[in-house]
């Protein structure tokens, strides 16, 4: 049973930073694609940032030059590194990633259950 883990969310002040980790656990044989979404208050989910097996990043317009993903392959692990954050940053941040694993087909997406970040002003 494949499983991904948020950790790191938590109650930042405006201009302060946080740094997100989600890990894999389970019998994995790879893992492709991973990302990070949110999903603010009242809005729906969006794109934050993904990272592809071979470390091409990608980002919504509205952090770049603000998050950093990375990736631990040796680990299972994504990282997002949030800085300069902002109230409008808020929301539930999930990860997810494409993982192929014994007791399945080819790679399937798998879903983290989402960490809370909250940033006041």
């Known amino acids: 049973q494949v499983q991904l883990v948020e950790s790191g969310g938590g109650l930042v002040q405006a201009g302060g930073s946080l740094r997100l980790t989600c890990a894999a656990s389970?019998?994995?044989?790879?893992?492709?694609?991973m990302a990070w979404y949110r999903r603010a208050p009242g809005k729906e989910r969006e794109l934050v940032a993904g990272i592809t097996g071979s470390n091409r990043t990608n980002y919504a317009e509205s952090v770049k030059g603000r998050f950093t993903i990375s990736r631990d392959n040796a680990k299972n692990t994504v990282s997002l590194q949030m800085n300069s954050l902002k109230p409008e940053d808020t929301g539930v941040y999930f990860c997810?990633?494409?993982?192929?694993?014994?007791?399945?087909?080819?790679?399937?997406?798998?879903w983290g259950q989402g960490t809370q970040v909250t940033v006041s002003s």
């Open positions: 389970g019998t994995i044989i790879a893992i492709t694609d």
């Open positions: 997810t990633g494409k993982v192929l694993a014994p007791a399945t087909v080819g790679f399937n997406n798998y």
